[in-house]
């Protein structure tokens, strides 16, 4: 299945995944519709994809049933990225259930209305929740105890009930820890990576929670989107699958390598006492999605870690 020329819809699509899944998509010749509230989203995060292809935004909430429907209007297909990030989900707890579920539930429900052909979404490892084994596969049961993660199972659950109902063709993607270019790093909310750098720029240690035998699965964001694609292109349906690197990094390894990109080797990292509720430990089975889609990252992290430095100092010196 070919996408040139296609109406595709992103959800969320000028977030970190989104934003680069819709830069894949230009490279497809589709023709792209960006739904987002822009709640962390960034319309600066589209101006490539916008100079180089066909690249519409609306800026909407998928809580606006009306506001979707317009959007989704003659469509052929839907990538469904828009959700509350898990620490949002965690302060707020009712936005998981109003954005991420009941939002996701209109989403696929617009898809059916609008006759979309195939939609592929975002769950999260975080269904998983402490993994039980490793490398987690798609077959550990559901262990989360977290809002965010509670959502995202009863994404899940709606996807199969959507497929079962009305033949909703789907893939959606648990993904393990994606980085790169255009993660959030000016605000409250950080992701550790981006933390570590802040850190960095300010002459002062990365602070490390625990001991830092912690470990990340960390897919760069481009391989993650290039997954997203292929699912779209595949004849692929009904399947979840991982995004994974495969590979496991310690807290004290991310520290180290990123002390290294950066050039601050004098600095050593700083270890503080660790939130015991958070999962300690992520490493995710990439087998499936290799079999089924022929999906493998290929981006190595110092190489990743890199091009996150570069992207910083390009944002620096235009906000000068």
Same mark, same amino acid.
């Given at each position: 299945?070919?996408?040139?020329?296609?109406?595709?819809?992103?959800?969320?699509?000028?977030? /970190?995944?989104?934003?680069?899944?819709?830069?894949?998509?230009? *490279?497809?010749?589709?023709?792209?519709?960006?739904?987002?509230?822009?709640?962390?989203?960034?319309?600066?995060?589209?101006? *490539?994809?916008?100079?180089?292809?066909?690249?519409?935004?609306?800026?909407?909430?998928?809580?606006?049933?009306?506001?979707?429907?317009?959007?989704?209007?003659?469509?052929?297909?839907?990538?469904?990225?828009?959700?509350?990030?898990?620490?949002? =989900? *965690?302060?707020?707890?009712?936005?998981?259930?109003?954005?991420?579920? @009941?939002?996701?539930?209109?989403?696929?429900?617009?898809?059916?209305?609008?006759?979309?052909?195939?939609?592929?979404?975002? !769950?999260?490892?975080?269904?998983?929740?402490?993994?039980?084994?490793?490398?987690?596969?798609?077959?550990?049961?559901?262990?989360?105890?977290?809002?965010?993660?509670?959502?995202?199972? =009863?994404?899940?659950?709606?996807?199969?009930?959507?497929?079962?109902?009305?033949?909703?063709?789907?893939?959606?993607?648990?993904? &393990?820890?994606?980085?790169?270019?255009?993660?959030?790093?000016?605000?409250?909310? @950080?992701?550790?990576?981006?933390?570590?750098?802040?850190? /960095?720029?300010?002459? *002062?240690?990365?602070?490390?929670?625990?001991?830092?035998?912690? @470990?990340?699965?960390?897919?760069?964001?481009?391989? =993650?989107?290039?997954?997203?694609?292929?699912?779209?292109?595949?004849?692929? !349906?009904?399947?979840?699958?991982?995004?994974?690197?495969?590979?496991?990094?310690? +807290?004290?390894? +991310?520290?180290?390598?990123?002390?290294?990109? !950066?050039?601050?080797?004098?600095?050593?990292?700083?270890?503080?006492?660790?939130?015991?509720? +958070?999962?300690?430990?992520?490493?995710?089975?990439?087998?499936?999605?290799?079999?089924?889609?022929?999906?493998?990252?290929?981006?190595? +992290?110092?190489?990743?870690?890199?091009?996150? &430095?570069?992207?910083?100092?390009?944002?620096?010196?235009?906000?000068?």
């Amino acid at each position: 299945m070919e996408l040139k020329d296609k109406k595709v819809i992103v959800t969320g699509g000028a977030g /970190l995944v989104g934003s680069h899944i819709v830069d894949a998509l230009v *490279q497809e010749g589709a023709d792209i519709t960006v739904y987002d509230n822009f709640a962390r989203g960034k319309r600066e995060n589209l101006e *490539q994809a916008q100079a180089k292809g066909r690249v519409r935004i609306v800026a909407g909430d998928i809580r606006d049933r009306e506001l979707l429907k317009q959007t989704f209007a003659g469509a052929d297909y839907c990538f469904h990225e828009a959700a509350v990030w898990l620490k949002a =989900c *965690q302060d707020e707890p009712r936005k998981s259930l109003e954005i991420n579920v @009941t939002g996701t539930f209109n989403v696929l429900e617009t898809c059916v209305t609008a006759g979309i052909k195939k939609i592929v979404a975002a !769950s999260s490892s975080s269904v998983y929740g402490d993994g039980l084994y490793f490398p987690t596969d798609e077959k550990h049961p559901f262990n989360n105890e977290l809002f965010y993660g509670a959502g995202k199972v =009863c994404d899940e659950q709606f996807y199969r009930a959507f497929k079962k109902k009305y033949g909703l063709d789907f893939v959606a993607f648990r993904y &393990l820890n994606i980085y790169g270019p255009r993660q959030p790093f000016l605000g409250a909310y @950080t992701d550790v990576i981006m933390n570590f750098f802040n850190k /960095l720029d300010a002459g *002062q240690p990365p602070m490390i929670e625990g001991d830092g035998s912690q @470990t990340l699965d960390l897919v760069y964001v481009a391989d =993650c989107a290039r997954a997203n694609i292929m699912a779209m292109k595949s004849s692929v !349906s009904g399947e979840f699958f991982n995004v994974s690197s495969g590979r496991e990094t310690t +807290l004290k390894e +991310l520290a180290d390598t990123l002390i290294k990109v !950066s050039g601050k080797t004098d600095i050593k990292p700083n270890y503080v006492p660790r939130d015991k509720n +958070l999962v300690s430990r992520r490493f995710g089975s990439a087998a499936k999605a290799k079999e089924m889609l022929g999906f493998e990252v290929s981006t190595p +992290l110092a190489v990743g870690l890199q091009h996150i &430095l570069n992207w910083r100092e390009e944002v620096k010196k235009r906000n000068k």
